[in-house]
């Protein structure tokens, strides 16, 4: 299993900045993307960011030349530098991971969340 703990997020007026930052534990010898979503209703969630294990990325329309999202492959952490903050980014943001391998080999395929962490954006 995979355990993900955010830090960072809070309350900011429009036009701040941000760090949210995750850490991914368990017996993990690979994961293949990791990143970032904002909670939406039940179970769906809106993509915020991905990274991938090749260092590829994506980003929401939204949110593209405002945010950046970099991941340390060796501690197993992903963070997001979210800047130009807008009112429309608040939200709860929650870290991924989306596939992992172990130290036996075996592969997990599947979502994994973290609790999120929430952000204010003040106008």
């Known amino acids: 299993q995979v355990h993900l703990v955010e830090s960072g997020g809070g309350l900011v007026q429009q036009g701040g900045s941000l760090r949210l930052s995750c850490a991914a534990s368990?017996?993990?010898?690979?994961?293949?993307?990791m990143g970032w979503y904002r909670q939406g209703p039940g179970e769906q969630h809106d993509l915020v960011a991905t990274?991938?294990?090749?260092?590829?990325?994506e980003y929401a329309d939204s949110v593209k030349g405002r945010f950046t999202i970099s991941r340390d492959y060796a501690k197993n952490t992903v963070s997001l530098q979210m800047d130009s903050l807008r009112p429309e980014d608040t939200g709860v943001y929650l870290c991924?991971?989306?596939?992992?391998?172990?130290?036996?080999?075996?592969?997990?395929?599947?979502?994994?969340w973290g609790q999120g962490a929430r952000v204010t954006v003040s106008s």
């Open positions: 991924n991971v989306e596939g992992f391998q172990d130290y036996s080999g075996a592969y997990y395929m599947g979502m994994y």
């Open positions: 368990g017996s993990i010898a690979m994961i293949r993307i």
């Open positions: 990274i991938d294990r090749t260092g590829s990325t």
